[in-house]
């Protein structure tokens, strides 16, 4: 039994060494290129990389502004349409000898006056003139209008 002791004892040995120089085949060849990559950056000036660092920030720094001035210029662009649209019910219509009053949007109104930008140059029996800049419309009691 002592040979067979003897055996394994070599064998587990054996194996153990065998272990330890793969182990170092591996890892000495990694620190050897380590040491190679940190000899060869260590050449490079710090001029050079401050100017590289410097050039990334301003970089950066110009895709910002740019995207910023592109929001302004969005921004300051004229509407086409700066008025919007207002619902205008002609209530009724009022008329007397002196006087004739049309009852918009639940307000009076008299010649002269202006709803939604537009004059008010005719009062009717049951309708109204507006004037504006596109021309006279004419508006019916009842009806409700987008203008």
């Known amino acids: ?8 004892k ?9 272990k330890e120089k793969s182990v170092q085949a591996i890892v ?3 620190e050897k290129r380590a040491a190679e990559l940190i000899r060869k950056y260590d ?3 710090w001029k050079t990389t401050g100017i590289v660092t410097m050039t990334i920030l301003l970089v950066i720094l110009a895709a910002a502004t740019y995207q910023q001035m592109r929001s302004v210029k969005y921004f300051l662009q004229p509407m ?5 649209k207002v619902n205008i019910v002609l209530d009724g219509v009022f008329l007397s000898n002196n006087m ?3 009852l918009i949007n639940k307000q009076t109104m008299r010649l002269g006056d202006r709803v939604n930008g537009m004059k008010i140059v005719a009062i009717n029996l049951d309708t109204i003139k507006l004037q504006g800049e596109n021309g006279t419309i004419e ?4 009806a409700t209008y987008s203008l």
């Open 1 to 8: 039994m002592s040979i067979i002791n003897d055996a394994l």
């Open 10 to 18: 070599k064998t587990q040995q054996h194996r153990k060494n065998g």
């Open 28 to 30: 000495k060849p990694v």
């Open 43 to 45: 050449r490079i000036p």
């Open 80 to 84: 086409h349409n700066t008025q919007e």
């Open 100 to 102: 004739n009053v049309a």
């Open 139 to 142: 508006l019916r009691a009842g």
